[in-house]
T-cell receptor, first 117, second 114 residues
Framework: AQTVTQSQPEMSVQEAETVTLSCTYDTSESDYYLFWYKQPPSRQMILVIR??????QNATENRFSVNFQKAAKSFSLKISDSQLGDAAMYFCAYRSAEAGTASKLTFGTGTRLQVTL | DAGVIQSPRHEVTEMGQEVTLRCKPI?????LFWYRQTMMRGLELLIYFNNNVPIDDSGMPEDRFSAKMPNASFSTLKIQPSEPRDSAVYFC????????????FGDGTRLSIL
């Protein structure tokens, strides 16, 4: 079974600075997808960014980018120019792309990001 | 565009009572997922549907839990009888078919069983 590990329960960043959230995963599969979701205090889960495992190019969405290292099974999220609205829980998630396997998202335990003035 | 709509947003009830959680997926989405979030276990998939058909219910904790999707625009998750350990936030999510498709989550239902 796949597992997703987020080793940083909490992180803090000053407004306008850059922060990197770590995520590692364990899988024997070669084809899969990785996601970062944000959960603000409002509770809603919001997709931040996604990555296809067979694409070497790192995904980027505005101030959010990932550092995907397939061999190391690492998928970190970088937030540039941090804003107060970025304060939230961030969850890394894995989803198998292989037919016949479970289609569910497997989530990490989350990293709580605080943004300070 | 309307997102995934869940109701109620909060539910407080006594143990032993039947609880029904409701979900309206995004129009045009053909996959629907029910998740449960607790402090102890994090986010767990309970069940998901493709084209209204349950595909994987291996995450449903026990027979007290049941889920239905009578049509493409409505799903329910029912707990009968409810127990205090069922207290959690329950999320419904929907997506287009395909594993790369992002799942769009509702606001969740916070369920408290006394």
């Amino acid at each position: 079974a796949q597992t997703v590990t987020q080793s940083q329960p909490e992180m803090s960043v000053q407004e306008a600075e850059t922060v990197t959230l770590s995520c590692t995963y364990d899988t024997s599969e070669s084809d899969y997808y990785l996601f970062w979701y944000k959960q603000p205090p409002s509770r809603q889960m919001i997709l931040v960014i996604r990555q296809e495992a067979y694409k070497q190019q790192n995904a980027t969405e505005n101030r959010f980018s990932v550092n995907f290292q397939k061999a190391a099974k690492s998928f970190s999220l970088k937030i540039s120019d941090s804003q107060l609205g970025d304060a939230a829980m961030y969850f890394c998630a894995y989803r198998s792309a292989e037919a016949g396997t479970a289609s569910k998202l497997t989530f990490g335990t989350g990293t709580r990001l605080q943004v300070t003035l | 565009d309307a997102g995934v709509i869940q109701s109620p947003r909060h539910e407080v009830t006594e143990m032993g009572q039947e609880v029904t959680l409701r979900c309206k997926p995004i129009s045009g989405h053909n996959s629907l997922f029910w998740y449960r979030q607790t402090m102890m276990r994090g986010l767990e998939l309970l069940i998901y549907f493709n084209n209204n058909v349950p595909i994987d219910d291996s995450g449903m904790p026990e027979d007290r839990f049941s889920a239905k999707m009578p049509n493409a625009s409505f799903s329910t998750l029912k707990i009968q009888p409810s127990e205090p350990r069922d207290s959690a936030v329950y999320f419904c999510a929907s997506s287009l078919k395909g594993r790369y498709q992002p799942q769009h989550f509702g606001d969740g239902t916070r369920l408290s069983i006394l």
